[in-house]
């Protein structure tokens, strides 16, 4: 697919869907798509299904519109999912995505094995937004759309640093630059700015911390009964194991918390010797090369063994 134009041939209807518990890419992508569709194909009536997605992103336009539930009985004529690397991560609109008369993905994950009729999946992008902006018209872009493709660019790239941000990266965030909106808040305010309390959990996770295999691997973890503490579920915990990659010397971080008894939340990443993404795939998840997560049963210390062994077989390969 060149151009969104290609899929909309005498379409009159078309729902819009992103994954479960959704990211600024996720959001951002839906949103810009949305929000492009309603400015450039007025004639289209087009709906948007993202789950609960965070109150930080209100000033994305059209947050409001946002169906946070599959209620209506409805068919679309077509129905896109943006940043959805597999189907059973389709959030809240699975109904609708089966029932469509024609679908279409739009993503870069490399693990995306291509689940719809039409798919546009680009694993080499950094982030939805960018392989999304390449399939709209530049010159129609204006500072509606651009706000969530750069708020989901920015995201996805850690704000323009990981190894998945190229020249084609910094121009096209430029251009939408240009449309004039404050990318300072925005950056801000949705992705760094964090709770007192959420700044709390970090410091005590980061403080107990441990390093593993002569300093290439560090681990932080939270307790069932730590969170409950807190008060902190899994979504106050974003940004952790990103800061504990950046430990000097490190090659994976990995960040686990306890869903319930005896079942982790596992995030991995890497500085670029080990690719995570094979780990995280190994146990049942998936994601990207430096950046991945899956689900583990048993101890925490089985959790944390039974990583570090296959962390340690890549590194022995290197
Ligand atoms: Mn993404």
Known sequence: M???????????TVGIGGHIRPDGDCIGSCMALYLYLRKCFPEIEADVYLENPKPVFDYI?????????????????????????????????????????????????????????????????????????????????????AIPLYTGMAHDTGVFQYSSTTPETMRIAGELMKTGFDFSRIIDESFYQKTYLQNQVMGRVLAESILLQEGKC??????????????????DMEGIVSQLRLTAGVEVAIFIYELETQRFKVSLRSNGKVDVSKIAVFFGGGGHVRASGCDMQGSMYDVINNLTAEIEKQLAEE
Do not use: P, W
Not at 131 to 139: F, H, N, R
């Open 218 to 235: 560090v681990v932080g973890y939270l307790k069932r009964r730590e969170m409950d503490f807190y008060g902190v579920e899994g979504n």
């Open 61 to 145: 336009d059209g947050m409001d519109e946002v169906k946070t539930e599959a209620e209506e009985d409805k068919v679309y004529d077509l129905f896109i999912t943006c940043d959805v690397s597999a189907l059973d991560r389709l959030a809240v609109a699975r109904k609708y995505f089966d029932t469509a008369g024609k679908t279409a993905c739009i993503d870069h994950h490399v693990s995306n094995r291509g689940f719809a009729d039409v798919n546009h999946v680009k694993g080499d992008i950094g982030s939805a937004c960018e392989v999304l902006y390449g399939l709209l018209d530049a010159d129609k872009i204006d500072q509606s759309i």
């Open 2 to 12: 060149k151009n969104i134009s290609e899929i909309l041939e005498n379409v009159k």
